[in-house]
């Protein structure tokens, strides 16, 4: 297998779970065979850096540090509203940032086809314009990465006071067994002020809040209260009368709600007759174990844990390895007739994080987070 990534990370939360409405793999993380169990394989996961072979400023390294920083002050005092208020305000000006840069890049990469297509240009100059329309697509992916871990940050708030489980709810439909559709883009929305106001309102009374489009997984609703272990998502709207879109949106708004408070709710996504909720057992974390193995590769090149019987966490950072490593070595200190290696680049890399526990709340050392970017 050739090791591409930086570092390894494995992060586990489980439940038993008994639910009609929502498969399995929906509610808690599982091994790639997703068993219906709490007893797991060996998880190794290689995880790749999102950022590492593209551009990624000093500005945007200091503002992803400065963004760490307020959600940690947040996770220490979650009545701090003046932190929540400014990790909102700064996410807004980054996403609007990102959603202009790959504005410009789209219209850029227009221009360039158009060129190639329209102008009649020689071997040597299509050739170039060719080279120009991939080096766009690298730059446009660049960003779309940059805007997916901002978002990141939204998920990560809004998990710091929601319940794990629950939240998962926000991200799924209420009519159809699929994921919900995500959000636009924030800038150009002629509701953004109207919300941004209702959000300072909410905040302003001590409700800690966040605006939905800021996230990865709050997908119903424009603005999320996080004053309770359930999210209360509320719609914002300008002007008085409801469109067949708006009363669509209103009607899959009131099912969650009744489904949430009620742990019960009839004909939910798609399932005749009624849907109940019903969850046992107890949300384990490895955070320590986690981080502790991470700080011994930093000096090691790579470390293995095993912080309960059918379970490990390998941590490898490739660039301290010797030439002569081999995959094997991970394994000679655990005893596993079959390994299983569950890979999170797949969801981190391909944007397929959304529901799971932000990667923000599982690694604490900023620096650290950076590199498995």
């Known amino acids: 297998m050739e090791l591409k990534s930086k570092k390894v990370l494995i992060r586990t939360e489980y439940c038993t779970v008994a639910s009609a409405n929502v498969a399995p793999q929906f509610l808690y993380w599982t091994p790639a065979t997703l068993v219906n169990s709490v007893s797991f394989k060996i998880l190794v996961c290689f995880c790749g850096a999102l950022w590492e072979k593209k551009p990624c400023t000093f500005a945007k390294k200091r503002a992803f540090r400065e963004l760490v920083g307020l959600l940690r002050s947040i996770e220490e005092d979650r009545d701090n509203i003046e932190a929540v208020r400014e990790l909102n305000r700064r996410l807004i000006d980054l996403l609007l940032a ?12 227009k221009e360039l086809r158009r060129r190639l297509k329209n102008d009649r240009p020689s071997r040597v100059e299509a050739d170039l314009l060719r080279r120009k329309i991939k080096l766009t697509d690298v730059y446009i992916r660049a960003q779309n990465d940059q805007v997916y871990v901002w978002k990141c940050f939204g998920d990560a708030l809004a998990f710091t006071y929601l319940d794990p489980l629950s939240i998962k709810h926000m991200f799924f439909d209420t009519t159809k067994y ?29 409700m800690p809040a966040i605006l939905c489009d800021l996230t990865n997984t709050l997908r119903f609703g424009d603005i999320c209260l996080l004053g309770e272990s359930d999210p209360f998502p ?3 709207k300008t002007t008085p009368g409801l469109n067949q879109r708006g009363k669509r949106q209103k009607a899959k708004l009131e099912e969650l709600h009744s489904f949430l408070e009620n742990d019960n709710a009839n004909d939910f996504r798609g399932f005749r007759g009624s849907t109940n909720r019903i969850v046992s057992g107890e949300l384990k974390y490895y955070d320590d174990a986690l981080n502790a193995t991470i700080e011994r590769a930093h000096s090691e090149g790579f470390a293995t844990c095993s912080p309960e019987a059918g379970f490990s966490i390998a941590c490898i950072k490739t660039g301290e390895l010797s030439e002569k490593f081999e995959l094997d070595q991970l394994f000679e200190s655990l005893d596993l007739d079959a390994p299983e290696i569950f890979d999170l680049n797949h969801f981190k890399n391909g944007h397929g994080w959304a529901f799971y526990l932000p990667f923000l709340l599982t690694i604490r050392n900023s620096e650290h987070i950076l590199e498995f970017l």
């Open 234 to 236: 509320i719609e914002v």
């Open 98 to 109: 990102g959603e202009k840069a790959i504005a410009r890049h789209t219209a850029e990469k």
């Open 178 to 206: 699929e994921v919900k559709r995500g959000a636009g883009q924030l800038g150009g929305k002629s509701g953004l002020i109207a919300e941004m106001s209702v959000l300072d309102d909410a905040l302003n009374n001590g």
